[in-house]
């Protein structure tokens, strides 16, 4: 399946669990699962703004965007991470308020059992999604995946509380168990801020690919070249890497041209979806990028 339809199952997978937490909490009363419904509220909207910029990051280069639209994808994770932390205050406020005004729970096992089918089926969307985004490098796909790894565990420690609410009849259980399950999307929130920053600023490649790079341009160590200045970034699922490639000065521009072209390819199979600027410089010729006047 493509992004876009992962995302579109995520949209009906987060009204159908939004339904069945929300009967969960209509049944119980309990603030513990009406902050997993909170949550799962979240993941629409999420998964809806994904879908949007997904669409966005596709769209070919233009006049405006001549290297294209990938970093689209990083508004989306940014987006959904304002929204959990938003979620996150909301809860902790309703939980708050109950913690000084205890309420009973009812059909505590009603709600046990919605809370357990909606869990089941983020589990499984979230797992499928989570490796579809590290084959295609999607960040808004990896972003909803990861929010909806973290609805299951949220959902697992509610029902938890639940059953400790129904053993012990201690309904301030109920609360407590609201506010740790805030902080835990709190810090899930911030994480998806933090990813979306360093993408917009353009981070280096992730490791892995970097060691593919590297294994690469080793290759041509028995041959009379030198590289250099080698600086990577990532754009959404898009990979860039420039570099100097230098050789010797009395070599016809014919050999010099088709010796890159085989260094690009060589690249560029080694990391699909791979975009390489290659800079030809003579041996003895050396570019003075950290000149004093450039950081003006």
Sequence with gaps: MQVGTYLKLSVAVAVATIALKGGAWAATGSVSLLSDALESLV???????????????ARPPDDEHPWGHHKAEYF??????????????????????????????????????LAV???????????????????????ALEADA???????????GVVAGLLGVMLTGWLWLDPVLAMLVALNILREGWHLLRRSADGLLDQAVEPEMQTRID????????????????????????????????????????????????????????????RATIQLLPMDVEAHFDDPKDAA
């Excluded at 993941?43 to 990051?57: D, E, P, R, T």
């Excluded at 990861?146 to 697992?156: E, G, K, M, N």
């Excluded at 088709?258 to 390819?265: I, K, S, T, W």
Aim: proline share 3%.
């Design 43 to 57: 993941n629409l909207a999420g998964a809806m703004f994904a879908l949007w910029m997904v669409a966005v990051a």
């Design 117 to 139: 089918l909606s869990s089941a089926l983020n589990g499984g969307l979230a797992w499928s999604m989570l490796k579809k985004a590290r084959e295609v490098h999607s960040m």
């Design 215 to 274: 294994a690469v341009l080793a290759g041509y160590a028995g041959q009379p070249l030198r590289f250099d200045h080698v600086i990577t970034r990532r754009a959404g699922a898009r990979r860039f890497v420039d570099l100097h490639l230098h050789m010797p000065a009395d070599w016809t521009l014919a050999h010099a041209a088709a010796l890159r072209g085989e260094v690009e390819r060589a690249l560029m199979a080694a990391v699909p979806g791979l």
């Design 146 to 156: 990861r929010h909806l790894f973290t609805d299951v565990v949220t959902s697992a």
């Design 76 to 113: 989306s994770s940014g987006f959904e991470g304002v929204l959990i932390l938003a979620a996150a205050l909301a809860i902790l406020y309703e939980a708050a308020h109950r913690l000084f005004d205890p309420q009973p729970v009812q059909q505590v096992g009603l709600g046990i059992a």
